[in-house]
């Protein structure tokens, strides 16, 4: 109940969910009180052009995305880096995909999970003695999330018997504890999107996992030098929002708690 209690809650905190419902209530409120729902239009109209801007949604995103370096190329033939070497397990945290039978498992995950499933394949190439440990639950009858990031890991080359699924975890906070059960003591290599890293992070060490943060799927995405097209708004941009205020959140409730 409390899950489903936290996503219904969030869902309506989202930026597109919440400037509709500003701009819903003012145009309601304004047939009795014009003056107060027109300012409630008008902050809903300023927050979704703000929201939806392309500079705004990358200075959102990017203090999240900053926190922990991105893991280097590794060099081919080189033994794994110091940091990585001690790492018995690499961890996919998990994301999204789509139901949809005729397609691979690949073009099934959604584009952080792709993202992160790649990213692990890449450590554990150069991780031979590593398992993989892969998240996410099932709607009833469906392939669990973690089911499909194993094949998508299989298709790329992994075997399947250094894969573990994880399929009761919910959200971060069960996966991370799930996760100490499994490994204890041992190191891992923790993978999920570069702006859900910190939270992540937050959790899992909480849970006294000893990790390295592997982060990946960066959202935002910026020129090193000023370009006009930068000051327009798009799709992304509102998703790029999304995601940043999404993250607030739920470290705001942690540290509520």
Known sequence: MGFWLKKFTSFWLMPFPFCVSLIAVGWLLGRRQPRAGRGLIAIGLLLLLLFGNKVVSDRLLRPLEAVYPPVPEFQAGAPAPEPFRECRYVVVLGSGHADV?????????????????????RLLRVLPDARLIVS??????????AAVLAAA???????SSRIIR???AHDTEDEARIVKSIVGGARIALVTSAW????????FRAEGVDFIPCP????ARFNE???????TWDVESL?????AVHEFLGRLWLRLR
């Open 101 to 121: 039978s005729e397609w691979s498992a690949t073009d099934k995950l959604s584009s952080a999970g792709l993202a992160r499933v790649v990213e692990a394949f």
């Open 136 to 145: 996410g639950p099932a709607d009833p009858g469906r392939p669990s999330h």
């Open 153 to 159: 890991a299989e298709s790329l080359g992994i075997a």
């Open 166 to 168: 994880i399929e009761e």
């Open 196 to 203: 859900h890293m910190p939270r992540a992070a937050e959790l």
């Open 216 to 219: 990946t799927d960066y959202a």
């Open 225 to 231: 030098t000023f370009h006009w097209g930068d000051l």
């Open 239 to 243: 998703d790029r929002s999304t995601k």
